[in-house]
């Protein structure tokens, strides 16, 4: 499958913003996805999952309550949608999916990636 995210950008802290993540090539919702971003000298670190229909969806405890992950499959696409964005959100946001049943926080559970999209939120 691959994979295209979209919609970073700049956006004062405070504020909301969208990103989107269209896939091809193999039927979509056989995948679960996954959001993970990169902030300058850190490690990628898991952000945001969500199974095949959207039943069930975890967070990572930095953005719980503030993200919300979702999934459209007549469109192919799954969704981050930030709100009260802060500074240390700054990062590179890369989505990724798996043929895996189970959630997982780990980057090696995820077999494909897609390029990354950039979310700048100064102070």
């Known amino acids: 499958v691959q994979l295209q995210a979209s919609g970073g950008g700049l956006v004062q802290a405070g504020g909301s913003l969208r990103l989107s993540c269209a896939a091809s090539?193999?039927?979509?919702?056989?995948?679960?996805m996954g959001w993970f971003r990169q902030a300058p000298g850190k490690e990628r670190e898991f952000v945001a999952a969500?199974?095949?229909?959207?039943?069930?969806?975890l967070y990572s405890d930095s953005v719980k309550g503030r993200f919300t992950i979702s999934r459209d499959n007549s469109k192919n696409t799954v969704y981050l949608q930030m709100n009260s964005l802060k500074p240390e959100d700054t990062a590179v946001y890369y989505c990724?999916?798996?043929?895996?049943?189970?959630?997982?926080?780990?980057?090696?559970?995820?077999?494909?990636w897609g390029q990354g999209t950039q979310v700048t939120s100064p102070a």
């Open positions: 990724a999916a798996d043929r895996s049943m189970w959630l997982d926080k780990g980057l090696n559970a995820y077999a494909y």
């Open positions: 969500i199974n095949w229909n959207g039943g069930r969806t």
């Open positions: 090539g193999r039927t979509f919702s056989n995948y679960i």
